[in-house]
């Protein structure tokens, strides 16, 4: 086969698969409002394309329900900035339910898009040169999704060229409040910024806003980047698919795309000073 045959194959393997973009779900309307615009934003990346919005849980529609009603190849990619109990458990479970053919992209982060739009969202909130910098996130019992976190921190240090550490509101270590007191006690910074690492607002970014901190950037919400970073996790989710089912890559295949992948675009700079 020429190249010039297996890409068009390629091509009209994406457009004839469907984009399902999951959410976790929340009770804040906001939230789902930021969602929503940014599945407008993915629609209008690549006109015609088939996308979908649906949740795991809190919010509608659920994607049990999108999944059963959508006819012909699917592509989930989750609407998480890291590995966790949602990513592994809670999302293969409903997806292996449903529609088990289905393949599972990584998680959003770690990535550089997303760094792109958090020095955006700190530029607009203020950030000074000498601003000491620590990264919100929501938190999670799992090692790995921590881990996830800790890599997209490396990345901000080296966008902004100064450190930056990696703090949860719930969840993980150091806590928020913990990392806020280590960059007053332990730096010459004059003020201390919080980068939110969470898409939308409700409750963890309610929790940053009522820290200690002199300044607290906006979610990430809705972004032409981060709608790029939806359609990159999908090509990759139908790029290892196409390799599963290659000669000689049959041992590649897999239901879900190793975490793996968002481990190494976490580490592929050297860090700055990370704390």
Do not use: K
């Not at 015609?48 to 329900?65: I, K, M, N, Q």
């Not at 699917?74 to 292996?96: F, K, N, R, S």
């Not at 990696?166 to 928020?176: D, I, K, N, S």
């Amino acid at each position: 086969m020429t190249t010039r045959s297996m890409t068009t194959r390629s091509m009209t393997t994406r457009s004839m698969t469907t984009l399902v973009m999951a959410g976790h779900g929340a009770r804040d309307e906001r939230w789902s409002a930021v969602l929503a615009d940014l599945a407008g934003r993915v629609r209008r990346l690549r006109p015609g394309h088939r996308v979908r919005l649906a949740f795991l849980e809190l919010s509608t529609p659920p994607l049990a329900d999108v999944l059963a009603a959508t006819v012909g190849p699917v592509v989930v990619v989750p609407l998480l900035l890291a590995g966790g109990y949602h990513a592994h458990v809670d999302l293969p479970a409903i997806i292996a339910g449903v529609r088990p053919d289905a393949r599972v992209a990584g998680p959003l982060g770690p990535h550089p898009l997303l760094t792109s739009v958090l020095a955006r969202r700190l530029a607009a909130a203020g950030l000074r040169p000498g601003d000491a910098v620590v990264l919100g996130a929501a938190g999670s019992a799992d090692p790995s999704a921590l881990d996830d976190v800790r890599a997209a921190a490396r990345l901000l240090s080296v966008r902004l060229s100064r450190p930056v550490t990696a703090a949860f509101a719930a969840g993980g270590t150091p806590t928020l409040a913990d990392a806020l007191t280590r960059a007053r006690t332990t730096r010459t910074a004059p003020r201390v910024a919080v980068a939110s690492y969470l898409l939308a607002p409700g409750h963890f970014h309610g929790r940053l806003a009522d820290s200690s901190a002199d300044l607290v950037s906006a979610p990430l919400g809705a972004d032409d980047d981060l709608a790029a970073l939806v359609w990159t996790r999908f090509d990759e989710a139908v790029e290892e698919a196409q390799l599963s089912r290659a000669p000689r890559a049959s041992s590649r295949s897999s239901l879900t795309m190793s975490p793996a992948l968002s481990s190494r675009e976490g580490s592929e700079s050297t860090p700055v000073n990370v704390s």
